[in-house]
T-cell receptor, first 113, second 111 residues
Framework: GAGVSQSPRYKVAKRGQDVALRCDPISGHVSLFWYQQALGQGPEFLTYFQNEAQLDKSGLPSDRFFAERPEGSVSTLKIQRTQQEDSAVYLC???????????FGDGTRLSIL | EDQVTQSPEALRLQEGESSSLNCSYTVSGLRGLFWYRQDPGKGPEFLFTLYSAGEEKEKERLKATLTKKESFLHITAPKPEDSATYLCAVPLDTGRRALTFGSGTRLQVQP
C-alpha cells in the first residue's frame, strides 16, 4: 500500500495478557518510529529504528515494552503483562531517513480491561 | 527541558472566519518544526516543515510561519472540512530523531 499500515486497528486484552502490535511502513523508508497517544494529548515517543537497528528506545515506559524490526521493514511492538495504564493508541510512523517528515499510520487502539 | 506548547487548546470558528493557532517551543538548536493535522480515529497527517526563522509555507487555506520562539498556523476563510486537531512537533535534542509533540489545538469550523 501507499501508506503506513497498522494492525490490528483495535485490540482488547485482559490485564496481565501479552499483546503484539504490527506496523508495515512505507516501502523503502529507512526510519521507523513508535509513539503512544493518550486521549486528548499529542503522541509521545517510544522507540526509533534505522533499518533493523534500534537506535533509540529511551521512551519505552518499562521493560514490559519491547520492539523489533528484524529485517528492516515490518516492526512489532510487544507489551508483556499488560496493565490498565497501557490503554492508549499506539502509532507507527516511517520516514525516508531520520530527518525527513514522518508519515503516520492510523494506529492501534489498545484497551486493557 | 525541551517543551512544545500549543494554544488555544480548542477553537470554534464560523465558516469564513480567519484565525491563527500558536505553537511555542523551547528547544536548543531547532532542526525543524512540523505541523500535522489529525482527524478523529486517524493518525497525524503531515502538513508542513519549517526550518528557519522567517520561513513561510502555504497549502490551500493554511499558512505556517516560524520565528525563533514560535510558529503560527494561519487559517484563512476556513471551511467545515478544516475541522480537526492541529499538532506541532519538534525533534528532541541534538542527534535524536524522535519528535516532541504539543497537545494540539482542536479546531471546529461551523457552517
Amino acid at each position: 500500500g501507499a501508506g503506513v499500515s497498522q494492525s490490528p486497528r483495535y485490540k482488547v486484552a485482559k490485564r496481565g495478557q501479552d499483546v503484539a502490535l504490527r506496523c508495515d511502513p512505507i516501502s523503502g523508508h529507512v526510519s521507523l518510529f513508535w509513539y503512544q497517544q493518550a486521549l486528548g494529548q499529542g503522541p509521545e515517543f517510544l522507540t526509533y529504528f534505522q533499518n533493523e537497528a534500534q537506535l533509540d528506545k529511551s521512551g519505552l515506559p518499562s521493560d514490559r515494552f519491547f520492539a523489533e524490526r528484524p529485517e528492516g521493514s515490518v516492526s512489532t511492538l510487544k507489551i508483556q503483562r499488560t496493565q490498565q495504564e497501557d490503554s492508549a493508541v499506539y502509532l507507527c510512523a516511517s520516514s525516508q531517513d531520520g530527518n525527513q517528515p514522518q508519515h503516520f499510520g492510523d494506529g492501534t487502539r489498545l484497551s486493557i480491561l | 527541558e525541551d517543551q512544545v506548547t500549543q494554544s488555544p487548546e480548542a477553537l470554534r470558528l464560523q465558516e469564513g472566519e480567519s484565525s491563527s493557532l500558536n505553537c511555542s517551543y523551547t528547544v536548543s538548536g531547532l532542526r525543524g518544526l512540523f505541523w500535522y493535522r489529525q482527524d478523529p480515529g486517524k493518525g497525524p497527517e503531515f502538513l508542513f516543515t519549517l526550518y528557519s526563522a522567517g520561513e513561510e509555507k502555504e497549502k490551500e487555506r493554511l499558512k505556517a510561519t516560524l520565528t525563533k520562539k514560535e510558529s503560527f498556523l494561519h487559517i484563512t476563510a476556513p471551511k467545515p472540512e478544516d475541522s480537526a486537531t492541529y499538532l506541532c512537533a519538534v525533534p528532541l535534542d541534538t542527534g535524536r530523531r524522535a519528535l516532541t509533540f504539543g497537545s494540539g489545538t482542536r479546531l471546529q469550523v461551523q457552517p
